[in-house]
């Protein structure tokens, strides 16, 4: 079976760890924990000493970029929108365009289909001896 050898590695760090603060403390458990609590405080102090404000500078930072890039969202979008409602009017106007020509041949249709309507009228009045209209 293939299992991690994570857990198995971190726990001989451990055992390791405390056996240097057994070791050095003379196998007294009470020193050897006081030994790791001051280890512990001191490099916890010289990280704060080495990274000073730095939580209030990312803080800041983070801050600083969210509200930039808020804004080019606001931006895009806005420009975003003014195309789309462009691109609407544009498409309005071509389907009224469109609509108003569609209008017009069908009228033109309608003109012709009457022409010829009354010729062939006229035309059949005429084989009956009627004056044409």
Known sequence: MSRSRL???LGLTAAGGIGYYLYSAGGDTKVAQKQAEADAHRVSAQLKSDLPGRGEEAKKNAEKYGAQ????????????????????????????????????????????????????KSGISSWFGGGGK
């Open 69 to 120: 890039a808020g804004a080019k969202v606001d931006s895009t979008l806005g420009k975003t929108q003014a195309e789309l409602q462009k691109a609407a009017a544009e498409a309005e106007a071509y389907a009224k365009d469109t609509k108003n020509a569609a209008l017009k041949k069908v009228d033109e249709f309608d003109k012709k289909v009457e022409t010829e309507a009354s010729k062939a």
């Open 7 to 9: 857990p198995l590695a």
